[in-house]
């Protein structure tokens, strides 16, 4: 079955403890990105790769890294959290089709930082 | 840059209402436009997408047009189930572009 996946599911966790949440697809799909979701703002781009060693940053990289060392798995990284990353996280990842790319998403993931 | 604009919820609806949602962009040039839908606890799903102007997107019974003049993809369906509880996002990209631009979403509540 194609997928993303994403774990954990829900996590809370105290300001500057580091944490990594990691993110796989099954599709060999080029593109993969992260978002992250609040109420009233839809969703926003943290972070993309285009390819394996390939990434850049989105709208609203701060506090944030990610990598990209293999095709499936495109994980991120929050470094030292704060209480203003607490948000539901959105990974995705692509394929061309046609003129648009669709994008296919995670089942998303619930952080608190207390 | 490019943003989109959707109305506000929640909407609450009875079962067989006819469910419109307003969505409005600003891009330049032809983006893409799409419909995702999120259900309680999952993640999104495309819901129906238009790649050039008077397209016309469709699936599951909802129906959105690509309208150039007006900026709009506005989402329709005639005849709203319980089922069709969920949240729905107006998203673009740019021509050739794998970024999404999402609205800020809109909550549909479909009462039996």
């Known amino acids: 079955e194609a997928q993303v996946t994403q774990n954990p599911r829900y996590l809370i966790t105290v300001t500057g403890k580091k944490l990594t949440v990691t993110c796989s697809q099954n599709m060999n799909h080029e593109y993969m990105s992260w978002y992250r979701q609040d109420p009233g703002l839809g969703l926003r781009q943290i972070y993309y790769s285009m390819n394996v060693e390939v990434t850049d940053k989105g709208d609203v990289p701060e506090g944030y890294k990610v990598s990209r060392k293999e095709k499936r798995n495109f994980p991120l990284i929050l470094e030292s959290p704060s209480p203003n990353q607490t948000s539901l996280y959105f990974c995705?990842?692509?394929?061309?089709?046609?003129?648009?790319?669709?994008?296919?998403f995670g089942p998303g993931t619930r952080l608190t930082v207390t | 840059g490019d943003s989109v604009t959707q109305m506000e919820g929640p909407v609450t609806l009875s079962e067989e209402a006819f469910l419109t949602i307003n969505c409005t962009y600003t891009a330049t040039g032809y983006p893409s436009l799409f419909w995702y839908v999120q259900y309680p606890g999952e993640g999104l799903q495309l819901l129906l997408k238009a790649t050039k102007a008077d397209d016309k997107g469709s699936n599951k019974g909802f129906e959105a047009t690509y309208r150039k003049e007006t900026t709009s993809f506005h989402l329709e369906k005639g005849s709203v189930q319980v089922s069709d509880s969920a949240v729905y996002f107006c998203a673009l990209s740019a021509p050739g572009g794998n970024k999404l631009t999402f609205g800020g979403g809109t909550r549909v509540l479909v009462k039996p």
């Open positions: 995705a990842s692509s394929s061309r089709q046609g003129r648009a790319y669709e994008q296919y």
